[in-house]
T-cell receptor
Framework: ETGVTQSPTHLIKTRGQQVTLRCSSQ?????VSWYQQALGQGPQFIFQ???????GRGNFPPRFSGLQFPNYSSELNVNALELDDSALYLC????????????FGSGTRLTVV | ELKVEQNPLFLSMQEGKNYTIYCNYS?????LYWYRQDPGKSLESLFV?????AVKQEGRLMASLDTKARLSTLHITAAVHDLSATYFC???????????FGTGTRLTIIP
């Protein structure tokens, strides 16, 4: 059973640029959620994808967007990067209807300079 | 809007001592999770609590849930240095599959 894989692990971008983060879900999971964790804080929900459709969104602006692919992998895209976007971005996969399966990836550390 | 609060935010304790971390939430929940996070690392799932009165134990950690009080506790017994980490509780409400995390408790075990 494979876990959740995120890439890249670290990334440095300049303010105003765009970034794409990737996540491969755990085998058997069909739902992917993305979280932003700023330094010293708890993770904040960005959005969730189920069956390639957005299935809930947190308080993040439209420049945060995502995709889910038929194999349940997912991308998080952030346009017009701001300094405050610097954070650890975590992907979690789960199986819809299951209470147990929130498996987190190792995260992507994004630094915006 | 669901709010999840933990206390204390910081906890420094000696090896061998017992202590409890508290997690309060503001609305009826479907289930509650406890996670551990080491510095710069991802979240490790510890427990999922589904119903009122649920108690789960793993090694020196025991978690419980009181849905009427909207309170969960994470009890640490005879702490050891390896338990040093940040602990988060996270709540899921009915009909909404997102995790709402608490503020986290940074636990430091002193030899």
């Amino acid at each position: 059973e494979t876990g959740v894989t995120q890439s890249p692990t670290h990334l440095i971008k300049t303010r105003g640029q765009q970034v794409t983060l990737r996540c491969s879900s755990q085998s058997g999971h069909n739902t992917v959620s993305w979280y932003q964790q700023a330094l010293g804080q708890g993770p904040q929900f960005i959005f969730q994808y189920y069956r390639e459709e957005e299935n809930g969104r947190g308080n993040f602006p439209p420049r945060f967007s995502g995709l889910q692919f038929p194999n349940y992998s997912s991308e998080l895209n952030v346009n017009a990067l701001e300094l405050d976007d610097s954070a650890l971005y975590l992907c979690a996969s789960s199986q819809a209807g299951s209470y147990y399966g929130y498996t987190f990836g190792s995260g992507t550390r994004l630094t915006v300079v | 809007e669901l709010k999840v609060e933990q206390n204390p935010l910081f906890l420094s304790m000696q090896e061998g001592k017992n202590y409890t971390i508290y997690c309060n939430y503001s609305t009826t929940s479907d289930r509650l999770y406890w996670y551990r996070q080491d510095p710069g690392k991802s979240l490790e799932s510890l427990f999922v609590l589904l119903s009122n009165g649920a108690v789960k134990q793993e090694g020196r950690l025991m978690a419980s849930l009181d849905t009427k009080a909207r309170l969960s506790t994470l009890h640490i017994t005879a702490a050891v240095h390896d338990l040093s980490a940040t602990y988060f509780c996270a709540v899921v409400v009915f009909g909404n599959e997102k995790l709402t995390f608490g503020t986290g408790t940074r636990l430091t075990i002193i030899p």
